[in-house]
């Protein structure tokens, strides 16, 4: 199962793909477009976090330029209904932190905006992705790109953390649902692992 790759980028097209070569070997992986504009030029060297998607009659790879692309577009894929056509739309209309806040508001119009989400798909989405996805509940009212020490910046450590150690969303949601905002992350991070530990 391929995860990420690094090469040379050899060519990109209009359709929403790009042609890695890692190795000696060419890899057609398909992406966004923002993300074929953000790789950079031909010639020059990409990484991109990867999804093998495997089907009995069919191969292929999506790719992001961010781990939490990637982490989204899996959860899109575990809703019902959606394929990976219509996950690559949501992430290309709605990048993570846009869709964790529109999930967060429920905001139903905003998901309506991509193209082949109707008003029942959007309901559901709502609905199945508030479980597979970490949706924080006060992190979103601080400022984008607050740095470390921010408000939330402390908890949205630990959520990274606990992510990387293999725990699930919701997992993660239960465990930190009332830390504090602020203080030593590795105690808060000690905190949120004997909570888990507990539940499990």
Known sequence: MIGSLRGQLLDRTL?????????GVGYRIVVSPSTAIAVGDL?????????????EDAQTLYGFTTRDERITFEALLSAH???????????????????????????LAALCLVPGVG????????VELKSRLDIPDLDLDSPVGGGAGG???????????????????????????DLPTDG?????????????????
Do not use: C, N, W
């Open 15 to 23: 359709s929403g793909e790009v042609l890695v070569e890692v190795g």
């Open 43 to 55: 010639g020059e060297s990409v990484f991109l976090h990867v999804h093998h998607h495997i089907r």
């Open 81 to 107: 209904g959606v394929g990976p056509a219509l996950a690559m739309a949501i992430l290309s209309v709605h990048p993570p932190a846009s869709l964790s806040r529109i999930l967060a508001d429920d905001d």
């Open 119 to 126: 008003k029942k798909t959007a309901q559901r989405l709502l």
């Open 151 to 177: 408000v939330g910046s402390v908890r949205s450590d630990v959520h990274e953390a606990l992510a990387g150690l293999g725990y699930a969303p919701d997992e993660i949601r239960e465990a930190t649902r």
């Open 184 to 200: 030593d992350p590795s105690q808060l991070l000690k905190e949120a692992l004997q909570r888990l530990a507990v539940a499990r």
